[in-house]
T-cell receptor, first 115, second 113 residues
Framework: AQSVTQLDSHVSVSEGTPVLLRCNYSSSYSPSLFWYVQHPNKGLQLLLKYTSAATLVKGINGFEAEFKKSETSFHLTKPSAHMSDAAEYFCVVSDVLAGSYIPTFGRGTSLIVHP | DSGVTQTPKHLITATGQRVTLRCSPRSGDLSVYWYQQSLDQGLQFLIQYYNGEERAKGNILERFSAQQFPDLHSELNLSSLELGDSALYFC????????????FGPGTRLTVL
């Protein structure tokens, strides 16, 4: 069975400082991993995905994530936060089951950016 | 704009009623996924259809059902509604089924009174 744990329900940073959103996962197979962002009253948008290619994955808006199999982690980072980054972030693990990837979402991390 | 449309945006109904939520996937996408997002349960995968056939089932209640039509749009039917069914219901679509990026619609907010 697969699971995702987002270690922080809220992360608060100042504009211009680095962002770190932590995600640990468990999976029986070789998973695909995703980060999605949800702005208030909007649907989810894909930030980046890992599918067993390079372990450092670059996404949109300056975000990147590193897949560390030994630590079963897929943390999301950004060097410098912008006010527009304030949103809910979801880590997702997707494991093959009967020919289809079943996604499991973390509970989400709310990123708060202070001016 | 993801290219996925959902109707209606808001739905208010009473306990015991039945509602239908509609989703049109992005042009060219064959897979449709349904999710429920609530404060206490978070984002839960309900069901997936691929090219008209059910492909995967998640935490979907027996009171809920879905289908995907030949034109690839999908409907989620919720019956015998309970207060706890109040949530945001998202539809997403993707090209295939294996590790593809999912594109999410704006959601339907269901309120059961």
């Amino acid at each position: 069975a697969q699971s995702v744990t987002q270690l922080d329900s809220h992360v608060s940073v100042s504009e211009g400082t680095p962002v770190l959103l932590r995600c640990n996962y468990s999976s029986s197979y070789s998973p695909s991993l995703f980060w999605y962002v949800q702005h208030p009253n909007k649907g989810l948008q894909l930030l980046l995905k890992y599918t067993s290619a390079a372990t450092l994955v670059k996404g949109i808006n300056g975000f990147e994530a590193e897949f560390k199999k030994s630590e079963t982690s897929f943390h999301l980072t950004k060097p410098s936060a912008h006010m527009s980054d304030a949103a809910e972030y979801f880590c997702v693990v997707s494991d093959v089951l009967a020919g289809s990837y079943i996604p499991t979402f973390g509970r989400g991390t709310s990123l708060i950016v202070h001016p | 704009d993801s290219g996925v449309t959902q109707t209606p945006k808001h739905l208010i109904t009473a306990t015991g009623q039945r509602v239908t939520l509609r989703c049109s996937p992005r042009s060219g996408d064959l897979s449709v996924y349904w999710y429920q997002q609530s404060l206490d349960q978070g984002l839960q995968f309900l069901i997936q259809y691929y090219n008209g056939e059910e492909r995967a089932k998640g935490n979907i209640l027996e009171r809920f059902s879905a289908q995907q039509f030949p034109d690839l749009h999908s409907e989620l039917n919720l019956s015998s509604l309970e207060l706890g069914d109040s949530a945001l219901y998202f539809c997403a679509s993707s090209v295939g089924t294996i590790g593809n990026e999912q594109f999410f619609g704006p959601g339907t907010r269901l309120t059961v009174l």
